[in-house]
């Protein structure tokens, strides 16, 4: 199981620790964030203690609302819960009796000037990707024309120079060497670096280079969503489907099932070009054409 503390969250959002400073070592293990309402009003039977608990706008005004003994006993049922810390959103005060229960039950205290609905929107994305289950796997990764692409292949069959070739075409290098994958939820795959490899990608006889100084911001993408497989081979005579429409190939990272494909490398075959045609190809099946139907209607139609 993935995790991260709350130290991490403290550093990513700029938050203000408002109390329990010397706990911000505890782990955070869920992905999403939780805003106690019910809990408020005395109804436990569902409440997610695992998670970061939200307090705003609608939360605090109740609390203020009520007596000193009524507030007690309500903010007192919750903390018993030890969730890994509470976040006030909108810059919001008069949080003196809060900042007495989270540091009695050593929970930490913090605040943000950011409203509620947009803040619940960028924590749960962080930590949507920074939880995600994830592997590491060998090879290129590059965004061609909006779509995901992992080069595969054995050691300096030329997935570094054909990603070189696609970023001179315009495209974009997410990864070099080690590709992070991170499963966001179970229809998607998203790729990224290792961050020790950001920017750079080896080339034989060339060296180390960094894409981004040597063509531009517009030459590195920090992740994308993974859609396409292709993996380089050496030629093999007699080996190569020549059918106007292959058979659909997949291949599983972290369970989900990716498109492959399969290019043999030959002297004078367009490798990067290939791979731009199996990317927009797989766009245009998204979007409900295929070209083998249009041809077979062509077809058709001039034998009626």
């Known amino acids: 199981m993935r995790m991260i503390t709350v130290e991490h969250l403290i550093k990513r959002f700029g938050l203000e620790i408002l109390a329990g400073s010397s706990y911000t070592g505890r782990n955070l293990i869920k992905s999403r964030v939780h805003r106690p309402g019910l809990e408020f009003v005395g109804y436990f039977d569902f409440f997610p203690m695992e998670q970061i608990q939200i307090l705003g706008k609608k939360e605090i005004n109740y609390l203020h609302s009520l007596s000193e003994e009524e507030r007690n006993l309500r903010i007192g049922n919750v903390v018993k819960y030890h969730p890994p810390c509470f976040i006030v959103t909108s810059n919001q005060e008069g949080l003196k009796y809060l900042r007495k229960y989270c540091e009695e039950e050593q929970i930490p ?66 990864a070099d060497d080690v590709i992070v994958l991170k499963k966001i939820n179970p229809e998607t795959i998203l790729a990224t670096h290792d961050e ?56 599983n990272y972290l369970e989900v099932p990716i498109p492959h494909i399969e290019i043999q490398l030959q002297p004078g075959r367009d490798v990067a070009g290939l791979i731009e045609a199996a990317a927009n190809n797989w766009y245009l099946r998204q979007q409900g054409y295929s070209a083998m139907e249009d041809f077979m209607q062509r077809l058709q139609s001039h034998t009626e």
């Open 109 to 174: 205290l913090l605040r943000t000037s950011v409203a509620t609905t947009k803040f619940l929107d960028l924590v749960d994305a962080f930590l949507g990707k920074a939880l995600a289950p994830e592997i590491t796997i060998h090879g290129v990764c590059v965004n061609v024309s909006g779509i995901g692409v992992i080069i595969r292949g054995k050691s300096g069959v030329g997935k570094s120079e054909t990603a070189h070739t696609l970023i001179q075409r315009g495209h974009r290098l997410v």
């Open 196 to 251: 020790k490899t950001k920017e750079f990608i080896a080339l034989r006889s060339v060296g180390l280079i960094n894409v981004s100084r040597l063509y531009g911001r517009s030459a590195f993408q920090d992740e994308t969503r993974l859609v396409l497989d292709i993996e380089l081979t050496k030629w093999q005579d007699q080996a190569l489907n020549n059918d106007l429409e292959l058979e659909p190939k997949f291949v």
